[in-house]
């Protein structure tokens, strides 16, 4: 069975071959990241004021060689906020009180974002209503004319 979005005309071999593309990019992408500790808020008792267990995951979107132009507009669009004016993208990740579970969360949310603009969005196609759809809207436009005229106060004469 081919996992969710792949056409069964694509076949097994482009869709490896497409992984294999991704993992690539990844373990490129993966050696233009950096790191800082910082001090995290929240439980942790005493421990929280003195290990900086938050961790912050920078990667230059726009300064990457690793990613095609395209790719990295899609990548700019996604993060929103999380990106700086210079074109860095900030992650920060301060769910768990261990920093080496934070820092694996924020490579695993990095990873999403990537994945997530590396597939290109699916084009629209515009269509226009068939006849029978346009008679159909018309025919109930009519009926609800005649409920609200049925309405109206009729006038004595």
């Known amino acids: 069975m081919l996992p969710k979005g792949v056409?069964?005309?694509q076949?097994?071999?482009?869709?490896?071959?497409?992984m294999q593309d991704i993992d690539r990019i990844l373990q490129h992408c993966a050696r233009e990241l950096t790191?800082?500790?910082?001090?995290?808020?929240?439980?942790g008792g005493q421990n929280v004021n003195k290990v900086a267990t938050a961790v912050q995951l920078r990667f230059?979107?726009?300064?990457s060689p690793t990613l095609?132009?395209?790719v990295k507009a899609r990548f700019i669009q996604l993060a929103?906020?999380?990106?700086?004016?210079?074109?860095?993208?900030?992650?920060?990740?301060?769910?768990?009180?261990?920093?080496?579970?934070?820092?694996?969360?924020?490579?695993?949310?990095?990873?999403?974002?990537?994945?997530?603009?590396?597939?290109?969005?699916?084009?629209?196609?515009?269509?226009?209503?068939?006849r029978a759809s346009k008679e159909k809207r018309l025919e109930s436009k009519k009926k609800r004319g005649?409920?609200?005229?049925?309405?109206?106060?009729?006038?004595?004469?």
């Open 80 to 130: 929103g906020n999380r990106m700086t004016n210079d074109g860095v993208l900030v992650i920060e990740a301060r769910r768990h009180r261990a920093q080496d579970k934070n820092r694996e969360d924020a490579i695993s949310r990095f990873t999403v974002f990537l994945r997530k603009s590396l597939e290109k969005p699916k084009l629209r196609r515009k269509t226009k209503p068939n």
């Open 7 to 9: 056409r069964s005309d």
């Open 35 to 43: 790191f800082d500790y910082i001090r995290a808020t929240g439980p």
């Open 146 to 157: 005649e409920v609200k005229r049925a309405r109206r106060i009729q006038s004595l004469e």
């Open 11 to 18: 076949g097994v071999k482009s869709y490896t071959v497409v």
């Open 60 to 63: 230059d979107v726009r300064g």
């Open 68 to 70: 095609p132009e395209e």
